[in-house]
T-cell receptor, first 111, second 113 residues
Framework: KQEVTQIPAALSVPEGENLVLNCSFTDSAIYNLQWFRQDPGKGLTSLLLIQSSQREQTSGRLNASLDKSSGRSTLYIAASQPGDSATYLCAATNTGNQFYFGTGTSLTVIP | DAGITQSPRYKITETGRQVTLMCHQTWSHSYMFWYRQDLGHGLRLIYYSAAADITDKGEVPDGYVVSRSKTENFPLTLESATRSQTSVYFC????????????FGEGSRLTVL
């Protein structure tokens, strides 16, 4: 069974800092890796989807990379803003039609 | 584009009562999922469906029943609610689990007294 880990569980940074969130997975035979954002009391919003054949995806200030061989994905946030404060989750898909989620990193950007 | 909607958003019920949480998606996605989210456990898969009339158990299916008579609807029923089922429930859908994105509803917060 795929195990997905996100460390640290919480992160606090000053506004303007560039930061990296980490996602590790145990089974490298993934189809894709997806990053989500969750605001308090809300559902999960898809940020970026990286297919297994891709190395990275970019959207605005966000860049996600995927290294299947090492079982790692990172989400890079450039020039962080207070509005980026949220919980970020990653999910990997393997065979079996299931998405395996990490427990998330709670990000606080201090003005 | 309504996307994926859940109802009710908030529900309070008593132990032993039957509760149904509704999920409706407008994209004609083949796959639909029910998760529960609890502090300390993250997201746990309850049931999923690959197509109409095809459902399968996830990690924590006990005490829950699902059906999928139409592609767009995937209701989740708690046949006899227990306090341990107090949680936030999320419905999600995907066109294709191999290459497609997973999209979530806003969640249904259920409290069982």
């Amino acid at each position: 069974k795929q195990e997905v880990t996100q460390i640290p569980a919480a992160l606090s940074v000053p506004e303007g800092e560039n930061l990296v969130l980490n996602c590790s997975f145990t089974d490298s035979a993934i189809y894709n890796l997806q990053w989500f954002r969750q605001d308090p009391g809300k559902g999960l919003t898809s940020l970026l989807l990286i297919q297994s054949s891709q190395r990275e995806q970019t959207s605005g200030r966000l860049n996600a990379s995927l290294d299947k061989s090492s079982g790692r994905s990172t989400l890079y946030i450039a020039a962080s803003q207070p509005g980026d404060s949220a919980t970020y989750l990653c999910a990997a898909t393997n065979t079996g039609n299931q998405f395996y989620f990490g427990t998330g990193t709670s990000l606080t950007v201090i003005p | 584009d309504a996307g994926i909607t859940q109802s009710p958003r908030y529900k309070i019920t008593e132990t032993g009562r039957q509760v149904t949480l509704m999920c409706h998606q407008t994209w004609s996605h083949s796959y639909m999922f029910w998760y529960r989210q609890d502090l300390g456990h993250g997201l746990r898969l309850i049931y999923y469906s690959a197509a109409a009339d095809i459902t399968d158990k996830g990690e924590v299916p006990d005490g829950y029943v699902v059906s999928r008579s139409k592609t767009e609807n995937f209701p989740l029923t708690l046949e006899s609610a227990t306090r341990s089922q107090t949680s936030v429930y999320f419905c999600a859908s995907s066109l294709d689990t191999n290459t497609g994105e997973l999209f979530f509803g806003e969640g249904s917060r259920l409290t069982v007294l």
